[in-house]
């Protein structure tokens, strides 16, 4: 189990896996839950990296734990850091597809599929306007 939070040194950001899974020209967002940290803002599904475990290894497991569905290998797109108040963040975001399964929303409230030039009508989290840019600038890519 990944340290808690309290205990990191305030330099350490704690690591996040996040997808960017495209199906159909619309890439696949999730909304927190209302009582998570952020909560009530849409999200590219993933989470933070546990000890010893590889970032890609988070993302799967996350995926699985989150939507119920597998995904191919992640391959690594960007790499996003972003200091919150009390937390920092550094966001490994990663491509994939789905290889089995129709995502639930189960570790989050609900999920939509977004076209790349609708991503802005969405609250996302400060940290991730950037990428939110980028995608928009460059399509749905598969």
């Known amino acids: 189990m990944d340290t808690p ?3 990191r ?7 996040v896996s ?11 967002i999730c909304r927190r839950k209302p009582d998570a940290h952020l909560g ?3 999200e590219f599904p993933g989470g933070k990296r546990e000890r010893g ?3 890609e290894d988070c993302l799967i497991r996350e ?4 939507l119920e569905v597998g995904v191919s290998m992640p391959v690594p797109y960007t790499v996003l850091t972003h200091a919150y108040p009390g937390r920092a963040v550094e966001l490994h975001f990663f491509r994939c597809t789905i290889t089995h399964g129709e995502p639930a929303a189960l570790g989050c409230a609900e999920l939509r599929w977004v076209a790349p030039q609708d991503l802005d ?3 996302f989290p400060p940290a991730d306007g950037s990428l939110i840019q980028r995608l928009r600038d460059e399509g ?3």
Request: hydrophobic fraction near 40%; avoid cysteine.
């Open 140 to 142: 749905a890519l598969t």
């Open 63 to 66: 995926i699985r734990e989150e």
């Open 18 to 28: 996040a997808a960017l899974i495209v199906r159909d020209g619309r890439y696949l």
């Open 40 to 42: 009530g803002l849409w």
């Open 53 to 55: 475990e590889s970032l």
């Open 121 to 123: 009508q969405y609250d």
């Open 5 to 7: 939070f309290s205990t």
């Open 9 to 15: 040194h305030a330099s350490d950001p704690v690591q």
